[in-house]
């Protein structure tokens, strides 16, 4: 590929690849936080941090996640309950760490509450969405978990981004408005 300007970390084959350089390469990727709620069958709250989440159809209005299939709570998930994702905050990355962890203390302290839906949340989020379980999949050591969106609710606030293994804030738009139909672009989000 002559003419690109490369400035190689690091470089692996297909046949060399292993998780560490896997696991590097996407560290590279930014991504949203999300911590995803639900209740158990004996109605106990159970929980986990997904930085895999994407929207996935406008109509019907789908979006999906990914959960490791060795974590604490992939029975509960995988069982096909209802469930809340909270897309967090830039000052929440505590919250999401200890989320990240498979514990069985998760929901000690006051940020959460049983909402009207039924469904553990979050005292404070950027956005909640409550989802009944559409379809799952398998996918290498996690479960891809499709849910279609029931309810949204909106809050102000900045994004939680997690990008090379650290949390960071967004500071604003790199540029004005994107024209959309200048660039016949168009987002499901």
Known sequence: MSGWDWNLLMS??????????FREALSRFPSGVTIVTALDPQDRPRGFTASAFCSLSLQPP????????????HSVFSAGVRYAIHILRS?????????????QDK???????????GLPA???????????????????????????VESVIIAAGAPAVYYKRH??????????????????LWLIA
Request: hydrophobic fraction near 35%; charge should be negative.
């Open 12 to 21: 692996s084959s297909d046949a060399a690849l292993g998780p560490a350089d």
């Open 91 to 103: 000052d929440q990355d505590a919250l999401a760490l200890r989320f990240g962890q498979s514990r």
């Open 122 to 148: 979050l005292n404070r989020f950027l956005v909640r969405l409550t989802c009944r379980p559409h379809a799952r999949y398998e996918g290498g050591d996690h479960s891809i978990l499709v849910g279609r």
């Open 107 to 117: 929901f000690h302290s006051t940020e959460f509450e049983i909402a009207e839906d």
């Open 167 to 184: 949390f960071w804030s967004m500071t604003g738009p790199t540029s004005g408005e994107l024209d959309m139909e200048r660039y016949n």
């Open 62 to 73: 789908l979006v999906l996640i990914c959960l490791a299939a060795g974590g604490d709570c």
